[in-house]
């Protein structure tokens, strides 16, 4: 589901895999300038999360990059807000902004905070920080596009390390109890968080079979 005139309903842009994975390189790149810039920010989490984020704003999910607010939009939660570089290059690309503006991150008023605020930037859903919070406002907004009769997707964005939350867990439980088939939770897998490898942590495997155990 590519990105799409809300007006219209006709397809903008449909990107292949292969140009997805040259943008996602280049994505990589504006981040770091931006990170660099701001000289401080989570190198690791924003450059894992890329690919994701490439293959959701370019080439996945309905959205208007014109028209934000566009009511049938898929919406993108992100839970590991720390991430918040890689989701305002995505924002870009996508062509909610120029570019170049994500070197503002972190700079004071630019908008570009170093976690998301949905008030500040048009494309952000949600503003995090708090860990663990994200899956239950998805939950809540796949709950109601049920409710409306509404067709959008529900999408969510989590850290691995983001999981010791048990608020995901039971988030996890309400969407298998209300049998929400119009949500998609991805956990960004990259074995790290901020006090070290996540199984050292605290352990996560069998991750695939918790997921499965919970419906």
Not at 33 to 46: K, N
Not at 84 to 95: I, K, M, S, T
Not at 117 to 131: D, F, I, T, Y
Not at 149 to 155: F, P
């Amino acid at each position: 589901m590519p990105i799409v005139d809300s007006k219209t309903g006709k397809i903008k842009r449909d990107y292949t895999i292969k140009e997805l994975v040259e943008k996602a390189r280049e994505m990589r790149a504006y981040n770091m300038v931006a990170l660099t810039a701001a000289g401080s920010g989570h190198t690791g989490g924003s450059l894992s999360v890329m690919d994701v984020a490439a293959a959701l704003y370019l080439k996945k999910i309905r959205h208007d990059p014109k028209n934000p607010d566009w009511e049938d939009r898929d919406r993108v939660f992100w839970s590991a807000g720390h991430k918040a570089p890689a989701l305002y290059v995505a924002l870009g690309e996508a062509g909610y902004f120029p570019m170049q503006e994500v070197v503002k991150l972190r700079k004071l008023w630019s908008g570009f905070e170093g976690h998301p605020n949905r008030l500040k930037l048009p494309g952000v859903e949600l503003s995090a920080g708090s860990l663990g919070q994200g899956l239950g406002v998805a939950v809540g907004c796949a709950l109601n596009a049920k409710l409306e009769g509404k067709n959008y997707r529900v999408y969510c964005i989590n850290g691995d390390g983001e999981l010791d939350e048990g608020s995901i867990w039971e988030s996890v439980m309400c969407a298998a109890h209300y049998k929400l088939d119009n949500l998609v939770a991805i956990v960004d897998k990259n074995n790290l968080q901020i006090d070290g490898p996540t199984e050292k942590v605290m352990g996560l495997e069998p991750l695939v079979d918790k997921w499965r155990a919970f419906g």
